[in-house]
């Protein structure tokens, strides 16, 4: 805990790390859902892609901000992402990194050596396989099913509650 000798400051961190781990997750899956809209529907208008954007950030959203008045911002959010523009369908690894993090931080805290030996022998692949068997090397799942995410979100929840 070298980092941060102050125990409050290290708390303060964690808890904040976590707060935005919960706010990129969902933006980070409605980018790539809009990403993918986006080259389905090659002739779309400008109207389309408004809409199917609307629809798909509100799937990913909360139900209590109120966007009255805001409706345009809202409608555009999107733009604001520059890996559109720049790095097509390369905002998904951010998501993909952080819940394998999220995974190796539940291991770590399960059995602290077994998992650093996973994550040392991952590591050791470099770019001699696959990320599934990267993953599976550090003794995570490459896995993006809902019951997974729901139970790393669990765990996200209870680091939270500490």
């Not at 190796?104 to 059995?111: A, D, E, I, K």
């Amino acid at each position: 805990m070298s980092f941060f000798p102050n125990e409050e400051d290290r708390r303060r961190a964690v808890h904040e790390h976590l707060e935005d781990v919960l706010e990129t997750l969902p933006w980070v899956a409605a980018i790539d859902r809009f990403q993918h809209w986006v080259y389905e529907h090659p002739g779309h208008n400008e109207e389309e892609r408004r809409q199917a954007w609307t629809g798909i950030f509100t799937s990913f959203s909360d139900s209590v901000t109120d966007w009255s008045g805001l409706e345009d911002g809202r409608d555009y959010l999107w733009q604001k992402q520059l890996h559109l523009y720049e790095v097509p369908f390369y905002y998904i690894e951010y998501g993909m990194a952080q819940l394998g993090a999220i995974a190796l931080w539940r291991n770590y805290n399960r059995n602290h050596s077994e998992t650093l030996e996973a994550y040392f022998n991952a590591l050791k692949l470099g770019n001699t396989r696959t990320i599934p068997d990267v993953y599976q090397a550090a003794g995570i799942r490459f896995d993006f099913q809902p019951a997974y995410i729901r139970e790393l979100m669990a765990f996200v929840e209870k680091e939270l509650a500490r």
